[in-house]
Nanobody, 117 residues
Framework: QVQLVESGGGLVQPGGSLRLSCAASNIVFNIHTMGWHRQVPGKERGLVAAIGNGGITDYTNSVRGRFIVSRDNAKEMVYLQMNNLKPEDTAVYYC???????????WGQGTQVTVTS
């Protein structure tokens, strides 16, 4: 059974930084695009950042230049470095894995990020 376990969420002031981590298990890591989505109550879950096995990245416009997604294929980890956080970044952040061969998606349980003064 595929497992994605997030860590690193919390409470931070505007302008601060957080680093989210996601540990994957029972997965063929190098055939999965990895990344992060986020969701606030009443809204759909949306893409924050994604990274392919070759390192190509994609970001939603609102975080471009502030967030950095990375992966460690040897450790089967994916990270999201979040800088210059804003109150509108407040959300539950979900790690996800997309199998590029089958199209199947897997999700972590989510970690809360709250940006407030």
């Amino acid at each position: 059974q595929v497992q994605l376990v997030e860590s690193g969420g919390g409470l931070v002031q505007p302008g601060g930084s957080l680093r989210l981590s996601c540990a994957a298990s029972n997965i063929v890591f190098n055939i999965h695009t990895m990344g992060w989505h986020r969701q606030v109550p009443g809204k759909e879950r949306g893409l924050v950042a994604a990274i392919g096995n070759g390192g190509i990245t994609d970001y939603t416009n609102s975080v471009r230049g502030r967030f950095i997604v990375s992966r460690d294929n040897a450790k089967e980890m994916v990270y999201l470095q979040m800088n210059n956080l804003k109150p509108e970044d407040t959300a539950v952040y979900y790690c996800y894995a997309h199998n590029i061969l089958s199209g199947q998606n897997y999700w972590g349980q989510g970690t809360q990020v709250t940006v407030t003064s």
